[in-house]
């Protein structure tokens, strides 16, 4: 009996699709405090769900929702099409809960994570920070992983409009004329984005250093005791072997 329609999976196939989520906050401008900001705010803050390099996401994510602090008015906040974010005044850091609802398409079932809100600098130069009042940055790279979907969904991640039996059995959707949606993350550093092949680089080069240094240290450590085991072996030999008497 075949399964009913918008149901049949596309076996042996795993999709990712990349965004970042996160908080960005600014203090007050003492100069020029919001006006409907209550008197115990100090900051101006954002909670976000975006593409990579602002790419459009919303063919595979269809809203999202924010569990802000009880203590806000209309805490649960659903936003419903891009840009999905939710701006607010505050004075506290808390914990934001952020739930996935994905396009009707998928038949996937809504995905939650967590994130911390950051409103007061860290890292290097924190007093430094605070005088200039600059922007605090807190953001996460994630992947979502979609497996075996649905075949409509299917489409809809790889721009096919028809499919044909790969080797493996799986079908593999044919690009469409609009183009293929990607997974790949941007080549470059921008402004506005770290999250590349260049950054990805950059944190394998450290990565490398860090191992090497690790490999030395062994090695000194290695040279050391067996540096210490032959002085052992020749006190032995001019002094004798301790006797450990028993009580």
């Known amino acids: 009996m075949p399964a009913p329609a918008g149901t049949k999976r596309v076996r042996g196939v795993q999709i990712h699709r990349p965004f970042v989520y996160g908080t960005e906050a600014v203090p007050f401008d003492p100069a020029n405090r919001p006006k409907n900001a209550p008197a115990d705010h100090t900051h101006s803050w954002k909670v976000f769900v975006r593409g990579i390099n602002n790419e459009d996401i919303s063919y595979w994510l269809r809203k999202v929702?924010?569990?802000l602090h009880d203590t806000y008015p209309n805490s649960l906040r659903m936003i419903e099409g891009p840009p999905y974010e939710v701006e607010e005044t505050g004075w506290g850091e808390f914990?934001?809960?952020?739930?996935?609802?994905?396009?009707?398409?998928?038949?996937?079932?809504?995905?939650?994570?967590?994130?911390?809100?950051?409103?007061?600098?860290?890292?290097?130069?924190?007093e430094g920070k605070k005088e200039r009042r600059e922007m605090v940055k807190?953001?996460?790279?994630?992947?979502?992983?979609?497996?075996?979907?649905?075949?409509?969904?299917?489409?809809?991640?790889?721009?096919?409009?028809?499919?044909?039996?790969?080797?493996?059995?799986?079908?593999m959707g044919k690009a469409s004329a609009r183009g293929m949606p990607t997974a790949e993350i941007p080549e470059r550093i921008s402004k506005d984005n770290v999250y590349s092949r260049e950054q990805?680089?950059?944190?394998?080069?450290?990565?490398?250093?860090?191992?090497?240094t690790v490999e030395n240290q062994i090695a000194e450590e290695k040279?050391?005791?067996i540096e210490e085991e032959t002085k052992l072996a020749e006190l032995e030999k001019t002094e004798g072997r301790p006797v450990n008497k028993k009580r």
């Open 65 to 67: 929702q924010f569990k």
């Open 138 to 171: 807190s953001i996460c790279y994630e992947e979502v992983l979609f497996n075996e979907p649905v075949e409509q969904f299917y489409d809809v991640l790889t721009g096919g409009g028809a499919y044909a039996r790969g080797k493996a059995g799986a079908k």
């Open 223 to 225: 040279k050391r005791l």
């Open 200 to 212: 990805e680089s950059r944190e394998l080069d450290r990565l490398g250093v860090a191992i090497k």
């Open 95 to 126: 914990e934001i809960a952020i739930k996935f609802y994905f396009v009707p398409e998928s038949t996937e079932k809504p995905q939650s994570i967590w994130h911390g809100l950051k409103l007061h600098p860290y890292g290097d130069d924190i």
